[in-house]
């Protein structure tokens, strides 16, 4: 193998590298949960103490506040209890069962 085809052959897998790099780079920024301050609604105390939207509409929604009914579906999909009654019989339950 001659001295210009070495070089070829280094200078694509340098090549081959850093385009893996750039590719890797650019997904990690793709990734990237970017979030308005004045929107960010996890860092709100505003949100987190005014009462839910739908309180006098569903009675599942009373007593919870704007964060807690932004997170209500995922905690019905994920079968979290939904009032203190339900928590308190959970926790009753599992006393009983050891």
Do not use: C
Not at 33 to 61: F, R
Request: charged letters at 30%.
């Amino acid at each position: 193998m001659n001295k210009s085809t070495t070089n070829l052959i280094l200078g694509s897998i340098i090549s081959v590298g850093g385009a893996a790099l750039a590719v890797s780079a650019y997904r990690e920024k793709q990734n990237e949960v970017k979030t308005y301050e004045d929107t960010d609604m996890m860092n709100s105390d505003k949100i987190d103490k005014m009462e839910s939207v739908d309180a006098d509409k569903d009675d599942g929604e009373k007593g919870l506040t704007q964060l807690d009914h932004a997170h209500r579906a995922e905690w019905v999909a994920n079968g979290f209890p939904q009032t203190h009654q339900q928590m308190k019989e959970l926790e009753e339950e599992d006393t009983d069962t050891h």
